[in-house]
Structures are given as C-alpha cells and as structure tokens.
C-alpha cells in the first residue's frame, strides 16, 4: 500500500520521464544480447516490454500534460518504434511469426500517422538531422519486416517514402552526412529489381492456398520416424563479394528465409485483417501473445542470419544452436559462399571430379589418429598431425573448401568439411550453395565414412 501511495503522489510528467530513462536502458540491454541461444533473452526482453507497455499507455491517458510538459510527437513515434524493434528482436530469436506480424502493425501506424515528419525543436540543425536518421532508420527496419512479410505493395510505397526524404535531407542538409543512406537506397532498388522474377510466381514461403496440409503427405515409416524430428533451428549464412543485398539481408539468405516460414492464416491472411483503418486499435492495445495462426501447422523455425561472419564467430555460433538443440530437433545449415580463396571459378560437377576430389581429402588421413578418451593412451599419435603442415599435406583439398573471407586472408578464412565433423553428432541437414557444393559434398562423406570406420577399429582392437 505504501508503494503505491508513493508512486500514485509522483507527478505523472516526472513519472513518464523515469519511465523513459528506465525503458531506455532496458531496450539497450536486448538490443545488445546476441540473438540465438533458446530462451536465454526471454527474461530481458519481457521486462523491456513490460516498461514500454507502461510508458504507451501512460502517454495515452495523460498525452494532453505530457504534451505541455515537453513531448513531441516524433518522441511517442519513438517509443512506438522501440515497441516494433522489441517484436522483431524477439521474432528473430524464436521464429514465432506473430512477433513479427505485431512489430509490422506498430510500424504500419508510425508510417501512416507520421510521428516523425513532427519538427526538430527549436530549428536547430543538429536536431533536425538527428530526425531526419531516426525517420530514415525506421522506413529501413519497417521494409525488412514488410520483406520478410511478403508485403510488395508496402515495400514498393516505403522505398518511394525512402528515397524522396534521402532527396529532401540531400537539399536541406550537408549531402556528406546522407551519403549511406544514399547507398541504401541503391540496395534496395538493386535488391527489387533482382527479386522481380519470382513476384509472379508460386510464393517460396508456405500458403495455405497452394500447399497440401502437412498432415496429407506421405508418412515415413521408419524407426527414424518414430523420433519425430522437426527442424528446430536454422543457420542461414552467407559470404559473396559484391552480392546482392539490403542491410544484411541478401538474396540467397532472403529466399531460404522465406522457404523456412509459414504463412499465418485466419484473419491476419486477409485484406481486411491490415486495413490501415485496424492499425488505431492495433497500435492502442499492446497484445503480446494475440494468436493469429493456424495451430495446426508446425512452429517456424529459429533462423539466423549470418552476414559475412569469421570462421570462428560462425564456429561459435554453430557449437551453441548445437549445444542447445532439443531432442526431437533438426539442425539446418545453409551456406553460400564462392570456392577455394573467393574467387568464383566453376569447377565441373561431374562424378570423376567429385571422386577425385574425395580420394585427394581422404589422402593422408587415413594416417591420423582417430580415438575417443576410452583409447587415447593406446591409439595416442606419436606427432602432432597437423604441425607444421598446410592444407594439402594432410590430405586437406582447397577445392573442397569454402572462402568466408576477404581476399588476401589466406587459409584462416576457409572452412573445410572437417570442420563441421564434430557437429555430426546432432542431426542436421546441409545446404552448400557454391561452386564447390560437390567437392565440398564428396569430401564431408568421405571424412565421415573415414571416420566412423577409424573408430569402429580402434575400439574393437581394444578388446581383441
């Protein structure tokens, strides 16, 4: 009773502000957290929004004070916004689409009331440019969310909006401080007119008005299907020079991003379910877990883009979503990246290549020592395997290898098939999108063959 004593006597201006200066912080902390690993952000992002949802309806009933004390409309733009970037952060950890369904309506309502067309204050400078990023920031986060939406209408509408205010700022402010921006627009127009060639087609994503019902298909009848394995997580990685892309989102990444989504069905899936004239209900009431979906359907999986990542933070990446994969779950990993340093040489994909190439990995390995603890003593190499040695003398082929890296990087920049062996011990389902795909294929089999087949011996020598 005393608390709320306390808090009831504190004026509401001074109260909103703390509760802004708190929310602030709270956001910066999600925003800052990696996004995979399961549930460990949950905490932190229900207690942002739990502020936000106290901030947006503290400005609803008191906006006439609030207004008189100090806030602008591009301010409750602002929050409004941060509401949307906490819906999207939280669709990219868990893959669930209603997220992502609430960060478009919270956008679609900025958009249409124009909470940052609002003026700078003042007329300074300084401020106006400040305004002028944050309304540029949102029309790029709003087209991502419409992108993974498959909304073309909007996006076609917020590239226009996009480019005409990158005009206007050019005009009215010093063009240097525009320059990326300017840059972005060229992305996008770049990434449309790459894209254009699918519009017309079957979309790539699941539609509950072509596709046959999961249950219809054909069931496996196998003792692997009685584990009931679903893909749980996806790891959509991409590394090309000069590819085709907006903010980190590329072609190739974009389409097996949509092939992995499930279309929502019920009344989000229809025109009159993202009117403009819904979106004042929907920006006033902050409903978290509105279930809009066919239940149905499979969940969506977890996906993660990885732009241009180093070996080793895609290493890294891979060993947690590994770590942390449920019982019942399938890992997939597409990668596309060009062959060898980099350079994208097409090399023949035919049977006598990718044997050869699988004879020329599996080379010297069949030297090394392969042992599990149980035999470390007996089966211990006498010299490190790999010291002192490049690639090709340990029976490494550059042609099964994979270049994340800019050029001049050397062999720190490939990964090879051997790399993702330890990873094997969970199911997962590789997509190699290269010109290597087969060299990389022939020798991932090989390594895993070779392996299995070393071990097996080892431990069966050791209690013979």
């Known amino acids: 009773m005393a608390q709320t004593s306390n808090k009831s ?16 912080r709270k956001f910066s902390r999600v925003r800052d957290l990696p996004n995979f690993g399961r549930n460990r952000n949950d905490a932190d992002f229900h207690k942002a929004f739990k502020i936000y949802t106290q901030l947006w309806k503290l400005q609803q009933e008191h906006r006439q004070k609030l207004v008189e004390a100090g806030l602008r409309r ?111 627009v060229q992305e996008i127009i770049r990434f449309l007119k790459a894209d254009t060639t699918f519009m017309n087609m079957r979309p790539l994503r ?32 991409s590394y090309h020079h ?3 892309k907006f903010t980190e989102l590329t072609l190739d990444t974009f389409r097996m991003l949509q092939c992995l989504e499930w279309e929502p069905s019920g009344s989000f899936s229809t025109r009159n379910g993202t009117d403009s004239g819904h979106f004042g209900t929907g920006i006033n009431r902050v409903n978290l877990f509105q279930d809009i979906r066919d239940q149905t359907l499979p969940p969506n999986p977890r996906k993660l883009i990885l732009y241009r990542p180093s070996i080793t933070h895609f290493l890294l990446v891979l060993a947690t979503i590994c770590e942390e994969l449920p019982p019942d ?19 023949p994909l035919t049977s006598e290549i990718s044997l050869d190439t699988a004879e020329k990995i599996a080379g010297n390995f069949s030297n090394l020592e392969i042992c ?83 071990g097996i011996s080892k431990v069966q020598s050791l209690y013979q």
């Open 74 to 184: 591009w301010e409750v733009g602002e929050i409004a916004a941060r509401i949307a970037q906490l819906y999207y952060g939280q669709y990219q950890r868990t893959g669930d689409s209603s997220y992502l369904s609430e960060a478009y309506i919270f956008y679609e309502a900025i958009f249409s009331r124009e909470y940052f067309r609002d003026g700078g204050g003042g007329g300074a400078q300084a401020q106006d440019t400040a305004l002028a990023n944050k309304q540029l920031r949102f029309l790029a986060r709003f087209l991502i969310v419409c992108l993974v939406l498959g909304r073309r209408e909007m996006v076609f509408k917020l590239v226009g909006s996009l480019k005409a205010m990158v005009d206007e700022c050019k005009k009215s402010f010093q063009e240097a401080e525009f320059r990326e921006w300017k840059h972005v």
């Open 242 to 244: 000069n590819e085709v």
């Open 372 to 454: 599990s603890p149980l035999v470390s003593q007996q089966c211990r190499p006498t010299r490190p395997c790999v010291e002192n040695k490049d690639a090709s003398e340990i029976g490494i082929d550059e042609q099964a290898s994979l270049w994340l890296g800019s050029r001049g990087t050397g062999g720190s920049s490939s990964i090879y098939p051997c790399d993702l062996i330890p990873f094997t011990r969970k199911p997962i389902f590789l997509v190699i999108d290269s010109d290597r795909s087969q060299a990389f294929k022939a020798g991932l089999s090989t390594l895993i063959s070779l392996f299995c087949i070393s």
């Open 329 to 347: 779950g399938i890992m997939l990993i597409y990668l596309s990246a060009a062959g060898g340093s980099g350079l994208s040489n097409p090399v």
């Open 206 to 237: 699941y539609s509950f008005l072509f596709d046959s019902h999961p249950d219809s298909l054909p069931v496996i009848s196998s003792s692997f299907a009685r584990r009931g394995l679903v893909v749980r997580d996806a790891i959509l990685c």
């Open 9 to 24: 006597s504190i004026p509401i201006t001074e109260l909103f502000w703390s509760l802004l200066d708190k929310a602030d």
